[in-house]
């Protein structure tokens, strides 16, 4: 069984770098991807509440937040990812939004914030995928620090989403190692051997399940990108200040929300709340 081994993630994300900041920049299929997030962060972020980002990595998000909201709690188990949060965050302009940049555990949040502190937690870009058989525990802690009535924007790398993008490298693994990777949604040293990279898909039931048992009610559910995916060069070749971009992302953002597509992107992205009490 996979275990989380928060020192992996941590010197991984430490060694990661700026990259963390540059790949949603690096084709027309990651800008897709950045934008579907940031529709759900700006249709569902509440402009006058305090909102906790985790697994914030180096800000890339955190400037769209500052452009919403003015009370932002910065978090991350990475010192790395912190400390270019912080230099993004003075050098772009976006530092006064921020309260704090704290460094923490997702899966153990009692020592920084108290119950019911943030109207909305943004966890975006995987940070759940990185903790394996803590899940339950990682998202119990979420649902703790949110206020009654408080959402919750999550993104989890996607099972069937990774086999669509990257299926000539999944053809290049074994079929008893494939088998294996389906059958437990783990990319782990038990799966795949040594490896640069271990994390967990999810299938999107089994997301919504995640979510559930923790307490969230979950409101809406899509893939990270559907369409254009395995269309890179078209993509290139389209001007991304013109009429057909922007149907492009209109159809993207339609598409990603059926119940057949959800599970077709790199990333699923769930929208969720906890009752009021």
Not at 108 to 126: K, N, Q, R, S
Request: glycine share 8%.
């Amino acid at each position: 069984m996979a275990r989380y081994d928060p020192d992996w993630v941590r010197a991984h994300y430490d060694e990661y770098g700026t990259r963390e900041w540059n790949r949603w920049e690096e084709s027309g299929v990651e800008r897709i991807k950045f934008h579907i997030h940031l529709y759900y962060l700006q249709t569902h972020v509440r402009p006058g509440g305090r909102v906790l980002e985790i697994g914030a990595g180096a800000g890339r998000f955190t400037r769209e937040l500052a452009r919403i909201c003015e009370r932002i709690v910065v978090a991350d188990l990475s010192p790395g990812q912190l400390r270019l949060n912080r230099e993004n965050a003075a050098r772009l302009g976006f530092a006064p939004s921020v309260e704090d940049w704290v460094e923490c555990d997702l899966c153990d949040l009692t020592p920084h914030f108290a119950d019911g502190t943030f109207e909305t937690i943004v966890c975006t870009g995987g940070p759940l995928s990185y903790v394996f058989e803590r899940r339950d525990d990682a998202v119990r802690e979420l649902y703790r620090v949110a206020k009654d009535g408080g959402t919750l924007v999550i993104s989890v790398m996607s099972l069937w989403g990774a086999v669509h993008q990257f299926l000539p490298g999944v053809l290049d693994i074994a079929p008893a190692a494939n088998r294996a990777i389906l059958a437990t949604g783990d990319l782990s040293p038990e799966t795949i051997g040594p490896a640069r990279h271990y994390t967990h898909m999810y299938r999107s039931d089994e997301l919504r399940r995640t979510l559930e048992d923790g307490g969230w009610a979950v409101e809406t559910m899509s893939a990270s990108n559907c369409l254009a995916t395995n269309w890179v060069d078209l993509l290139d070749d389209l001007d991304e200040r013109g009429p057909i971009w922007a149907h492009l992302l209109e159809m993207e953002l339609e598409a990603c929300r059926e119940p057949g597509c959800v599970d077709m992107g790199s990333h699923m992205i769930a929208v969720c709340r906890k009752a009021a009490s």
